[in-house]
């Protein structure tokens, strides 16, 4: 049996339409693009929405076990610069909280006509088909240098279409003991792979990472993907006012929104360790006790560890590629280009060094890990702040 997804949604609709009239459009590779439209996050909370101006900062949650609120994770990479490199105004003064609703957003409206995604049952198998085209509108990737954005994350990769295809278990069931989750968990309704809460260095991707106003952006091998639910992909509900299935994740289980029975908002404190818990729900048209994901909007956002068996070809797929199997946000530790230019994931250090007069060297110990705070690092070179913004080439 074939199954349709879902179509695009009259919330979605006003999205495309808010951010394809302010420009005339050009065709290029396939995507639609109006270049000069200023993206704004589709964000809009409602009155049982928790404070998303101060979401609780879900760096350092990371455990080496199933941990309600953290997450168990497989994989990260310290030392990579891949990701953004400054922390954005939307970090409050707490050093604890950010602001979702004021995070910046990558500019652009790109819409993406060879959209193509399938969900087919065939026995006990589920088979997800997708080029990794989404059904909403994308931002404009690699971020210009021109785009606010560009001051935090300087994402130099494109979007473009892959080849996957994952075959699930159309009938999961929870494994003995849960795993680790990995950098890719799961594919969502639009057809675009469902990344974990973290950045490559093992940060909270959804507080660092610059996206689109749909919360998508590319990694290294150009593959498109989240770290959340992305909110144009609404959030809908049932009868009995639980979330409908938004996803699923890579050992078979449904993936579904912020709400469960009654129309609760949900947190992780209402959820097991992986994020979800088990009820009756709708699977496949039919009413069945089931355990089941959710999406909430504190980390780690959807899948804190894996509750059930997943087969590594899957990740591997829907990363993109087999070096980004483990990686988040951006994917891979990024490899500076050829010449003098800076490298695509931050500034040049050695070339501001050089301004500032001072070693490569010393100015890396000065900023120390990413994102650096760019008044202590000054503090400790013994310059002003302004002084090594210029240098960095950071407003």
Not at 20 to 33: L, Y
Not at 103 to 121: E, M, Y
Not at 308 to 328: H, K, L, T, V, W
Not at 346 to 359: E, N
Request: aromatic content about 6%.
């Amino acid at each position: 049996m074939k199954l349709n997804p879902r179509s695009t949604t009259a919330v979605l609709t006003l999205i495309c339409l808010l951010v394809t009239f302010a420009a005339a459009t050009s065709k290029t590779s396939g995507a639609t693009v109006a270049p000069a439209i200023v993206a704004t996050s589709a964000i809009t909370p409602d009155a049982s929405s928790p404070d998303l101006t101060h979401l609780p900062l879900g760096d350092g949650k990371l455990s080496s076990h199933p941990q309600i609120g953290w997450i168990w994770a497989c994989h990260v990479e310290p030392s990579s610069g891949a990701g953004s490199f400054v922390n954005g105004p939307w970090f409050n003064a707490d050093g604890k909280t950010y602001n979702l609703l004021t995070k910046a957003v990558v500019n652009g409206s790109v819409t993406w006509p060879q959209h193509n995604f399938t969900i087919t049952i065939e026995g006990d198998q589920r088979i997800l088909t997708t080029n990794d085209l989404p059904d909403h509108p994308t931002g404009i990737y690699p971020i210009a240098a021109t785009d606010k954005a560009f001051q935090y994350d300087r994402n130099p990769n494109k979007i473009a279409a892959q080849t996957m295809r994952i075959t699930l278990s159309a009938n999961p069931t929870l494994a003995a003991q849960p795993t680790c989750a990995p950098g890719a968990v799961g594919m969502l309704l639009t057809g675009v792979p469902l990344f974990s809460a973290l950045d490559a260095p093992g940060r909270d991707a959804v507080a660092h990472e610059v996206q689109d106003a749909c919360q998508g952006h590319p990694q290294k091998s150009s593959t498109y993907h989240y770290h959340s639910l992305t909110t144009c992909l609404p959030d809908t509900t049932t009868g009995d006012g639980h979330s409908a299935l938004v996803g699923y994740a890579l050992d078979g289980f449904g993936i579904f929104g912020r709400r469960d029975v009654g129309g609760k908002i949900l947190s992780s404190a209402d959820l097991d360790a992986c994020h979800g818990h088990t009820h009756e729900i709708e699977w496949d048209g039919k009413k069945v006790v089931m355990y089941h994901y959710h999406a909430t909007w504190d980390f780690p956002y959807t899948v804190g560890c894996m509750s059930g068996s997943y087969a590594d070809a899957n990740i591997q797929i829907i990363s993109g590629s087999p070096e980004g199997a483990n990686a988040g946000a951006n994917g891979l530790p990024q490899t500076p280009p050829a010449g003098n230019g800076p490298p695509p994931g931050g500034p040049d250090l050695a070339a501001a060094a050089k301004k500032l007069g001072i070693t490569e060297q010393a100015l890396r110990d000065a900023l120390g890990p990413p994102p650096p705070n760019l008044a202590a690092a000054a503090q400790k070179l013994g310059i002003t702040e302004q002084a090594l913004r210029e240098a960095l080439g950071i407003p």
